[in-house]
């Protein structure tokens, strides 16, 4: 007879800033496989204002949390530029890791990442875990069950005028490592992959529309920025399956609008996907021929922010003796794909992938 009871993972979260509430909210609420059991960031006070606030055990310091054996999985939250550094730490501990996106800031420092888990026999894995929710489940298993006959094209874009107007230290996303492509392009990235496979080849052009901006949002309103990356990024991909995508990503763009942000189409009909920034619907779907768009309801559960599935995943894959869905080679392939198109931008010539990874299964 199985137990039911299910054992809760030691978790140690790095990166108390601001994205860090809704797994912590999440953890103790829509989660039983682990429990966060300490917090560790650079600035102490936010490891242990956010301890209180969510009942954690333990504040420490990041070598406290990662010589804890209580801690087998680290939540690594801290900023971009931080990733390669903090994952390769707690990789070296003996930990797995799961940590916000971009994996890293570079195609080289991803590879490293991947290359040390393999080594030590250890898992990464990262954002975004939004593609395992409801609504893009339901749109991989409309297409997996034909409804869109063959898929031929996609178009993902996400137009925004920047972040500066509300999050609380905006500078991070204006350096390398940052830019509309490596902060919002994972979420589109990842589901076009969910959706339709591995890339095969991107090509991109990108520009700096201003090369310095201006906070407006507290505690650092009046500030200037310097903008170290390019903040308007379009390209093309070109996937495995022979379906062709088209991106675009920018923080330059003041009024613009998208109807849909992510549309892939196909032979015998099209879906609409929900912003892939989200966990839920709206699903559309329009056969050839029919007039109008109707929605299909969502066949998965995890439709509210779940911030923490991949996570949730990556530790239950541990005891299942599978690939985690949102692992290494994904995030790996993501990294490359958004690289990709800075480099054929500069070079002017397409960019072929070279790393390779598998379509997620369906949950
Ligand atoms: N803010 C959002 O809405 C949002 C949404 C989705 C994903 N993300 C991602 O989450 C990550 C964090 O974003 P955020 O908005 O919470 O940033 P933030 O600046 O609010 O918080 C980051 C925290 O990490 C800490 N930190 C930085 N380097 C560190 C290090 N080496 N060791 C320990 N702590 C360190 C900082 O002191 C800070 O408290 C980023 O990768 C971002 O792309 C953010």
């Not at 109807?259 to 996907?273: H, K, M």
Request: proline letters at 6%.
């Amino acid at each position: 007879m199985g137990s039911s009871v299910v054992r809760k993972v030691g978790v140690g979260l790095i990166g108390c800033g601001n994205i860090s509430s809704i797994y912590l909210k999440n953890a103790a609420s829509a989660f039983d496989n682990f429990e966060i059991l300490a917090l560790a960031d650079l600035i102490p006070e936010r490891a242990a204002a956010r301890a209180a606030e969510f009942s954690i055990p333990k504040a420490c310091t990041v070598e406290q949390l990662l010589r804890d054996p209580a801690i087998e999985v680290v939540l690594n939250l801290t900023i971009p530029v931080a990733h390669f550094a903090v994952t390769k730490a707690a990789l070296e501990a003996g930990k797995h890791v799961y940590l916000e996106k971009p994996l890293s800031i570079t195609l080289a420092e991803g590879e490293q990442l991947a290359a040390l888990a393999k080594t030590k026999g250890l898992l990464v894995g990262g954002a975004p875990d939004t593609f395992l929710g409801a609504g893009i489940q339901t749109c991989v298993k409309l297409i997996n069950d034909g409804w869109i006959g063959k898929p031929v094209g996609a178009t993902a874009a996400m137009v925004s005028g920047g972040h500066e107007g509300w999050h609380p230290d905006p500078a991070f996303y204006y350096q390398t490592g940052g830019g509309p492509m490596f902060d919002m392009g994972p979420y589109y990235l990842t589901a076009l992959v969910a959706l339709l496979g591995p890339a095969a080849s991107v090509a991109g052009m990108t520009a700096t529309t201003w090369e310095k901006r201006l906070i407006t949002s507290a505690p650092k309103k009046g500030t200037m920025m310097d903008v170290e990356v390019p903040t308007h990024v379009t390209g093309l991909i070109s996937f495995a399956s022979g379906a062709i995508a088209t991106v675009v990503m920018t923080f330059d763009v003041k009024g613009g609008s998208t109807q849909v942000p992510l549309e892939i189409w196909g032979t015998e009909g099209s879906l609409q996907v929900p912003d892939p920034n989200t966990f839920g619907g709206p699903v559309l779907f329009r056969r050839a021929g029919e007039p109008k768009w109707s929605e299909v309801p969502l066949l998965f559960g995890r439709s509210e922010n779940s911030r923490g599935l991949g996570l949730s995943d990556l530790i239950a894959s541990l005891s299942q003796n599978r690939a985690p869905r949102a692992g290494v080679d994904l995030t790996l392939h993501v990294l490359e794909l958004m690289q990709g198109f800075h480099v054929s931008s500069n070079t002017g010539r397409r960019y072929r992938m070279r790393h390779k990874c598998r379509r997620p299964t369906l949950s």
